[in-house]
């Protein structure tokens, strides 16, 4: 049951790292339900700024499923 939980941990990390990764840069960020509902927010989402942070944020995801396989396998560091 331990590893299954883990399995499930790093498939969630990973789907989620990829999804912050690369949603910020298609065209679904600029057409969502909250830009059509907040036009400030328009200019925000749009910023190269946010966009990059959000991307930041599906690496350090992407980073946390690595460390999760490694433990999955008996590589981390003593």
């Known amino acids: 049951m331990r590893v299954l939980s883990r399995l499930v941990f790093l498939a969630y990390f990973v789907e ?4 912050l990764l690369v949603v ?10 909250f830009v059509q509902l907040w036009p400030v ?5 749009r910023n190269n700024l946010v966009r990059g ?3 930041g944020l599906g690496v350090i995801n992407l980073g946390a499923a ?3 396989l490694a433990g ?6 003593k």
């Not at 910020?24 to 339900?33: A, D, I, K, L, V």
């Not at 927010?41 to 989402?45: A, I, P, T």
């Open 41 to 45: 927010l328009d200019g925000v989402l």
């Open 53 to 55: 942070a959000v991307s």
């Open 66 to 68: 690595m460390a999760e």
């Open 16 to 19: 989620v790292g990829l999804l």
């Open 72 to 77: 999955l396998f008996g590589l981390k560091g």
């Open 24 to 33: 910020p840069w298609s065209t679904f960020w600029e057409h969502n339900y």
